[in-house]
Nanobody, 120 residues
Framework: QLQASGGGLVQAGGSLMLSCAAS????????MAWFRQTPGNEREFVAA???????VYAESVKGRFTASRDTFGNMMYLRMNSLKPEDTARYYC????????????????WGQGTQVTVSS
């Protein structure tokens, strides 16, 4: 089970930190990712963190967003800096046993999402 939190309303240029809590004894061995979605559009890959700590980012957020996991591997974070209005979306965390992927179809487990709104 995945639970995302930390969304909110922020001005352009501001920062937010999203959190995703993963429950279950095997959670620490799962690869995890952040996706985002706006109404009428498909889910878009944002960042992923493998269970070993390797990270992958979408080009649109590289250098502004930082994904990480805690020591125990049950928590995943997304530090978002220099936010832009185009970052406005509902952000979802996802997890899967296989190698990290940029494709939403590759993830078996999803959280409920948290809304991020960036005002101009």
């Amino acid at each position: 089970q995945l639970q995302a939190s930390g969304g909110g309303l922020v001005q352009a240029g501001g920062s937010l930190m999203l959190s995703c809590a993963a429950s279950g004894p095997a959670a620490r061995s799962y690869d995890m990712a952040w996706f985002r979605q706006t109404p009428g559009n498909e889910r878009e890959f944002v960042a992923a963190v493998s269970w070993t700590g390797d990270t992958v980012y979408a080009e649109s957020v590289k250098g502004r967003f930082t994904a990480s996991r805690d020591t125990f591997g049950n928590m995943m974070y997304l530090r978002m800096n220099s936010l832009k209005p185009e970052d406005t979306a509902r952000y979802y965390c996802a997890a899967d046993r296989d190698a990290i992927s940029r494709m939403s179809i590759d993830y078996d487990y999803w959280g409920q999402g948290t809304q991020v709104t960036v005002s101009s």
